[in-house]
């Protein structure tokens, strides 16, 4: 093979989590906690939709919307936090070389999950009839005037094996079960590779990839899922068959964002001192890959609803592209999730240099934020949605507690894999 | 037409050497022609000081053309020359309009991007390839040094280079 130079890198490196660091984190966390107050504030005292809202049925209050913002980020922050998983699991499903000087930055990202887990718990319990209309028990009543045979026929898929209109003891399961899973294969994964710190060899590689086979597996069938559970039922009438799928790619986009721009931060920082800008390349093509995928996925869905023109599919995007609220974010979401990462990042040397990626990561992660978005709150708020203090303030919360439990994470253990087997590979990685 | 091109050809047996070979000869001062290998050599055209090749700027301006076109066509035909209600949708209804649009500007880039590659690489059909060595198809990796290039050096001190560089053999090739 091509000429090797030995590589003495410091493998031993730790990340220092630094005061000043978690300082500007916590920052943002009381803005966010200051705008969120100050979202609350005014739509408590703001009113003003009440009228409209008892037209339509029942008045709307102001803390429908705190739960469709608390909804909105568990979805959003969840999705980033099991693509970290994820992609470490595809890394040695793939037996990737390139990346293992990076597995650890991934992996982090699982530490959110108990957390996401448990936020997602209380928040349905909590909002309840306010987030999802399927768990009011008389559309399961017969002999009631609200009767709805259509949700009726998927009620199964919430309350099995209870009376529908009870308990939905399914629907919690599986959201139990996802969790657990995913929590479990994540300490598995992150036992596996701290072992392997310490006894080094290769079959902690092969046990890690034996493992994410089984992960992927499993995830594959569980992000769609809860793709249907946690997003589209909230518009319980209405279905799409590839939701799954345009979920789990608005994830990924976001996760492999935020993944690079943790690497590029870490760069910054002065570890990783062998993730050059190869590397930073792959990264790079991984997510104008899968932001061009997300936008097919968006497109696929779109346009055939579109075609067919068959009502009960086309509510769904009425209710967004004919909303005064929600009609102009269909476009902010075209453009800043596929034309400006796609026309930025289509030149080699913007995949190359951590300027134009770490734009384009910021871009992402708040375009995908407005893709849940988009699919959360039509459904939920209708015409009282849209997007002030209180969606900034929450997304703010959230990502600043997400990036204190992920460093903090990071920082407890080696930042790199030291006894990796494929190392060497990555040292002399070249595109 | 006799001896008008005259090369010294160095052969190598391993591309660990040649690699190094090439860095070491050009830092010497002797111009190489051209290097050819059996198989593609990571890092090669890096050593050898080749720029980026600009093939992607004609995919990307392909691309455009067969975007451009995709539109003007179906904006002309369903519009213009032969509206039709189809579906109950507009005349011009832009969405129904991205399949095609998508698969002119991949096939255009397409295209293109072989066309132009086989221009600028001279492949058309009756060129006659110049083969410097019939094993440079085998196992033997090649370098040529145009003489007329290197015309501040003498014979002997070039073949020495090469020598010293690692070559397994130094030759002589002229073409008729």
Known sequence: MAHHDVHHYNLDQKFDFKASTKKSIVTVLVIGIALLALGVI??????GHEAEGAEAGHAFHWYERLYANLWINNVYFTGIAIVGVF???IQYAAQAGWSSPIVRVMLSFGNWLPFAAILMLVTFFVANHDLFHWTHSYLFDKNSAEYDSIIDGKGAFFYWPMEKGTFPVFYIARMIIFFGIWIFFFNKFKKLSLAEDI???????YKIRSNAAFFLVFFAVSSSVSAWDWVMSIDTHWFSTLFGWYVFASWFVAGLSSITLVVIFLRGQGYLEMINENHIHDLGKFIFGFSIFWTYLWFSQFLLIYYANIPEETVYFLERLD???????????????????????????????GVFLKLVCTLLIVGHWVDIFLMVQPGTLGHNGGIGFMEVGMFLIYGASVALVVLGGLAKH????????????SYNHHI | MERDTNFILGVYDDEDVLLHAIKKVRSSGVKIHEVYSPYPVHGIDDVLGYKRSKLPIAAF?????????????????????WPMIIGGKDFAAVPDFIPVTFEMTVLLAAFGMVGVFMISSNLKPWAQPRIFDVRITDDKHVMAIDIANNSSMDLEKIQEILKSSGASEVNKKSFE
Do not use: C
């Open chain 2, 61 to 81: 301006l392909f691309g455009m053309l067969g975007t451009s076109l995709a539109l003007t066509m179906q904006f002309y035909m369903m519009r213009f020359d």
């Open chain 1, 87 to 89: 992609f470490f699991a």
């Open chain 1, 42 to 47: 005014m739509a408590i005292f703001g009113g």
């Open chain 1, 199 to 205: 006894n080094g060899g290769t079959s902690y590689w």
């Open chain 1, 323 to 353: 909303s005064d609220v929600y009609g102009p974010f269909i476009f902010v979401n075209l453009g800043m999730n596929f034309v400006l990462p796609f026309l930025v990042l289509m030149t080699r040397d913007a995949k190359r240099h």
């Open chain 1, 414 to 425: 080696n930042l790199i894999a030291k006894n990796h087997p494929m190392l060497e590979e």
